[in-house]
């Protein structure tokens, strides 16, 4: 008997592992692409935007409303919740970003946390700004 259970316990345990992968494989593969963001909001406060960002491989090209063009690396942490995607610039000895998203088929909602924070939820609460993106077809 405490042999099946030991044994469960590691099932139970690689799954879980098995489960984490696949979501990560999974938002990996749909985050690919165009997202075109459409409002952002903090505390209540919303405005709609016309960021672009592109997802290729594991770099993300983020351009602003003036048109300039800033590229990242970046890979996904689907460990957690929220799950964070974790940019880094790519000036040297820079920092890693952590921000929270959310993937639901062609919406993005993108969670940056004012600096030095970790987004806690997707939401635009605590001084968080969230970003709603649509997929650009």
């Given amino acids: 008997m405490k042999f ?79 799950r964070l995607l974790i940019i880094q610039p790519a000036e040297a000895n820079s920092t890693p970003v952590s921000v929270a998203y959310e993937l639901n088929g062609d919406s993005l909602k993108i969670v940056v946390a004012p600096a030095g924070l970790r987004p806690a939820a997707i939401s635009d609460k605590n001084d968080q700004e969230l970003i709603i993106c649509k997929r650009k077809v």
């Fill in 4 to 82: 099946f259970l030991i044994l469960l316990g590691l099932v139970c345990a690689r799954s879980c592992g098995v489960t984490s992968d696949a979501a990560k494989l999974t938002d990996q593969v749909n985050i690919q692409g165009t997202w075109l963001a459409q409002t952002e909001s903090q505390n209540s406060i919303k405005k709609n935007v016309t960021y672009v960002y592109v997802f290729s491989g594991d770099k993300v090209t983020f351009t602003d409303e003036t048109g300039k063009e800033m590229k990242y690396s970046f890979k996904l942490d689907t460990t957690g919740n929220p």
